[in-house]
């Protein structure tokens, strides 16, 4: 199984002071039961223990110079001096991977597979898992997936790990109608001939929270922001705020958007900086509502809409997760034209942004319903949301990046497409590749150098993301009645 774990004593994991996860009031979610250290916890600064050994780590690298060419940060982060440690890696080498998303969480598994430590450090307040968000709304018990609304899977080394998590009861296909929705109330289902789609049970954030249940060699650290990487005496030094966050062998990048982009903009990684600063990034409205009743003329459970700005996807999450009864909780994208058209800072919406986008939205289901205009039912509850950093624009078509001589890397889905399965096979990729580059001391540090200076190109999909092997309606027509030409 390609999630499978070596099965180590949880004594190789550096004293830490534990605080547990609160149970969810809704009795229908499961949760983590894995202990997370929280930022305000007295925790080692992970600074690394030569008596503590790991056994199933090799020891390489012959002794050399320990410490790290001159730091001196420039303001422009592409003129910036590199980093180049010349310090032998630790006997007990720590990873540190900034991003609890899917790919920060596979490279952690891969990197524990390969005998490696790594501490995860994310900003979720509620749990992990970047885009598989899941927002539950107490005391009313509603339950809304607001960003990765399903996946499929296409590459055989992700549809192992689908298997497993198919076999631990983790996801389930989701067999409800889907297809896509033109203007007026035409809707489309997609064939039975469609590849399989899959959700998690409990709502797409369960599937992260549920990955790391089971290692031994992984510390998760939320909700924390990490501001400021400094490389010293031949170690990576994390902090928050001025607050020390421990000390790393090797740092890993798995997020992206303007907050990666200000933390690498003086770290002394000025490739892995340009690289990141290519990234193009959509802008996506997602608005939350909840209906009494059932949506007029609605006979599907998601559809891709064609046609109207505002709206791209419109997805029933009650009947998707099969909580039945009412209310309706459904969750609405809008499209990344009209994302950019009303974009504004996303921590600070002002409310004549809001009011607009919440009315246009809710406008274009009337639209693309057919409905008369204001016919349309009054929801009950609604939340919005900006995506300002969504979903990639353009790839480098890389499984990841790594900078040996800086030890620092990157993944996340951007580097191979806009969907889980790239997100999955990245995180994989550079847990491997970190692994390899710590475990081969002869080796030429930069026979270990990837994707730094690869060029991006455009990425097509849908507005809400890739689907592999899901096919559009319209797509399939055409390639049919060209079959019969």
């Not at 992990?128 to 996946?151: C, K, M, N």
Request: hydrophobic share 40%; aromatic share 8%; with cysteine.
């Amino acid at each position: 199984m390609a999630t499978s774990l070596i099965p180590l004593s949880s004594s190789f994991l550096q004293p830490l002071k534990f605080k547990t996860l609160p149970k969810p009031r809704n009795p229908n979610l499961s949760t983590t039961r894995k202990i997370i250290t929280t930022c305000d916890s007295q925790k080692n600064t992970g600074a690394s223990n030569p008596s503590s050994r790991n056994p199933n780590f090799q020891k390489r690298r012959n002794s050399s110079k320990y410490g790290t060419s001159r730091r001196s940060i420039l303001k422009k982060s592409f003129l910036q001096e590199q980093v180049t440690f010349t310090a032998r890696v630790s006997d007990d080498p720590q990873v540190a991977i900034i991003g609890g998303g899917m790919a920060g969480l596979v490279c952690a598994l891969n990197l524990e597979a390969r005998g490696v430590k790594s501490t995860v450090f994310d900003t979720g307040i509620h749990g992990l898992g970047g885009r598989l968000g899941t927002r539950v709304i107490e005391p009313q018990g509603l339950i809304f997936d607001h960003a990765a609304q399903f996946f499929t899977a296409d590459d055989s080394r992700f549809i192992q790990y689908v298997d497993g998590w198919l076999e631990k009861g983790l996801v389930r296909e989701w067999k409800g109608v889907v297809g896509e929705l033109e203007v007026g109330g035409s809707f489309s289902q997609f064939p039975f001939s469609s590849p399989a789609r899959y959700i998690a049970v409990n709502g797409m954030r369960s599937l992260a929270d549920s990955l790391l249940l089971e290692s031994r060699l992984v510390d998760v650290v939320r909700p924390c922001w990490i501001s400021k990487l400094e490389p010293l005496n031949g170690m990576w030094h994390l902090s928050e705020n001025g607050t020390p966050r421990g000390q790393f062998d090797v740092i890993v990048i798995a997020h992206n958007g303007k907050c990666a982009n200000r933390l690498l903009s003086a770290s002394g990684l000025p490739l892995v900086a340009k690289q990141m600063k290519k990234l193009d990034l959509s802008s996506i409205w997602a608005l939350l509502a909840a209906f009494d009743n059932p949506l007029p003329t609605v006979n599907f459970e998601g559809a891709f809409v064609k046609g109207v700005e505002s709206l791209s996807w419109m997805g029933n999450n009650s009947a998707k997760l099969g909580n039945g009864g009412t209310p309706n909780c459904w969750t609405f994208f809008s499209t990344a034209t009209y994302g950019k058209q009303n974009k504004v800072p996303q921590e600070n919406i002002p409310t004549v942004t809001s009011e607009k986008v919440r009315a246009g939205m809710l406008q274009g289901v009337e639209i693309a319903l057919g409905l008369p205009e204001g016919s349309l039912p009054k929801p009950v509850y609604t939340r919005l949301q900006l995506w300002g950093a969504a979903l990639p624009k353009n790839t480098p078509a890389v499984p990841c990046i790594f900078d040996p001589q800086g030890r620092a890397g990157i993944c996340g889905d951007w580097l191979l497409g806009s969907n889980l399965e790239s997100a999955a096979l990245s995180g994989e990729a550079l847990g491997n590749h970190i692994a390899d580059f710590l475990q081969n001391s002869e080796a030429n540090p930069e026979e270990f150098a990837i994707g730094l200076h690869d060029r991006p190109s455009p990425l097509a999909g849908h507005d809400i993301g890739q689907f592999p092997g899901l096919t559009s309606v319209g797509e399939k027509q055409e390639a049919e009645a060209y079959q019969l030409i």
